[in-house]
Structures are given as structure tokens and as C-alpha cells.
């Protein structure tokens, strides 16, 4: 039962221009989302997060946004850079429940 | 600063071998955890701990033990390896969820193959 999902495995976006990630959820109980990046070879990286209080949080080229009704959050990046070619993971956790549970992840390959 | 340390890298283990992989932080985090990431199935929550002498299951326990001994080690044990345990393992750490959550930050990776 996959509570957070990717349904895209695999993305390509030219350099320059905006990439768009998405996320869904089922457990409405879910409060705190986060993204996360991860290069080859190495540990992912937190990119960005949005309380459920907030439908929008912006950090550079960096934004996410929430849409609680349709439980579907989604990662813009403009501009688009080759250094943004990595896979992404979006996360999820609940108020009291200390765990992070992630989706499948997203490859995004940024194209000269 | 070293964050989140694993040991080993590179581990090949032979069906039925046990091991242990290390995981060490040096934050005072009192939240640990171990991941393992698999083609389409993302990271998925082996074990997690609250603090020393806390541990709790995650998404898929089975065939894994972990202890808490000190804030600073969360190390995890192949009891009978598989092959279905070649995987990508990632220790976490982070402060507790409070309220809105919060961040995890994580080792490296320990690349796993069982033969």
C-alpha cells in the first residue's frame, strides 16, 4: 500500500526551462511534506518543505505547492539547470507519528 | 562536521552470512533510522528509533535487528543474508517530529550485494 506516489519515473526538461515533479498521497493524516534529491553514489539531500498549513513555499528557483483537497503536492523548478539532473523524492509524515514515509522517485534529467 | 557516518561502503556477503552495518551521527539527533532503496520502490523504513534503548519497526523489518546503545549508534544486523537483501541501505538521523515535522539527514549509503 503505497501511501506516497510518484507516477512518473522519469523526466526531461530543456535547460532554461521549468521542470515540474509531482506528488499524491492517500493518508489524509498527513501533515508535513518534504522533498528530497539525490545524486548518484550518494545520500539524498533535502531540497525543500510545506507545513499543511500552507499551500506554497518558495526557496530560489525552488517552490512547492500543496492542494490538500486533491492530497497532490508538486515541485517547480525555473529555471532549469544541468545541475538539477538527479532523482527526487517526495516524503511525508504525520504529527506524532515519528516516521518519514517517501515515494518511488522521480529521475529529472536537464538537457543543454 | 561528519553528520551521518556508514560503514561499510561496498559489502558482498554470501546467502546465509551475517553482518552488521555501522551507523554513527554526531548531532545528538534523537531520532535514527535505516532505509533501503530499491529500483521503483523509492526508500522504504526498515527500522527507527526514538532515542537509546528505543527501537520500532518500519515498512520491512523482516530479517533485520537494530539496537540503541547510545544516541550516537544505530547500527543494523543482517541476521541470515538473502538475496533478496541486495539493496541500497541509508541510515538516517534527525531531531524529533514535533508539530510540523521536521528534516532528516542522511549517510551516504552502504551498497549491498548477496550472492
Known amino acids: 500500500d503505497q501511501q506516497v506516489k510518484q507516477n512518473s519515473p522519469s523526466l526531461s526538461v530543456q535547460e532554461g526551462r521549468i521542470s515540474i515533479l509531482n506528488c499524491d498521497y492517500t493518508?489524509?493524516?498527513?501533515?508535513?511534506f518534504l522533498w528530497y534529491k539525490k545524486y548518484p553514489a550518494e545520500g539524498p539531500t533535502f531540497l525543500i518543505s510545506?507545513?499543511?498549513?500552507?499551500d506554497k513555499n518558495e526557496d530560489g528557483r525552488f517552490t512547492v505547492f500543496l492542494n490538500k483537497s486533491a492530497k497532490h503536492l508538486s515541485l517547480h523548478i525555473v529555471p532549469s539547470q544541468p545541475g538539477d539532473s538527479a532523482v527526487y523524492f517526495c516524503?511525508?509524515?504525520?504529527?506524532?507519528?515519528?516516521?518519514?514515509?517517501f515515494g518511488q522517485g522521480t529521475r529529472l534529467t536537464i538537457n543543454p | 562536521n561528519a553528520g551521518v557516518t556508514q560503514t561499510p561502503k561496498f559489502q558482498v556477503l554470501k546467502t546465509g552470512q551475517s553482518m552488521t552495518l555501522q551507523c554513527a551521527q554526531d548531532?545528538?539527533?534523537?531520532?535514527m533510522s535505516w532505509y533501503r532503496q530499491d529500483p521503483g520502490m523509492g526508500l522504504r523504513l526498515i527500522h527507527y528509533?526514538?532515542?537509546?534503548?528505543?527501537?520500532d519497526q518500519g515498512e520491512v523489518p523482516n530479517g533485520y535487528n537494530v539496537s540503541r546503545s547510545t544516541t550516537e549508534d544505530f547500527p543494523l544486523r543482517l541476521l541470515s543474508a538473502a538475496p533478496s537483501q541486495t539493496s541500497v541501505y541509508f541510515c538516517?538521523?534527525?531531531?524529533?517530529?514535533?508539530?510540523?515535522?521536521?528534516?532528516?539527514?542522511f549517510g551516504e549509503g552502504s551498497w549491498l550485494t548477496v550472492v
Open positions: 516524503a511525508a509524515s504525520s504529527s506524532g507519528a515519528q516516521k518519514l514515509v
Open positions: 528509533s526514538v532515542g537509546a534503548g528505543i527501537t
Open positions: 510545506i507545513s499543511s498549513i500552507k
Open positions: 538516517a538521523s534527525s531531531l524529533l517530529f514535533q508539530g510540523t515535522g521536521n528534516t532528516i539527514y
Open positions: 493518508n489524509s493524516m498527513f501533515d508535513y
Open positions: 548531532m545528538n539527533h534523537e531520532y
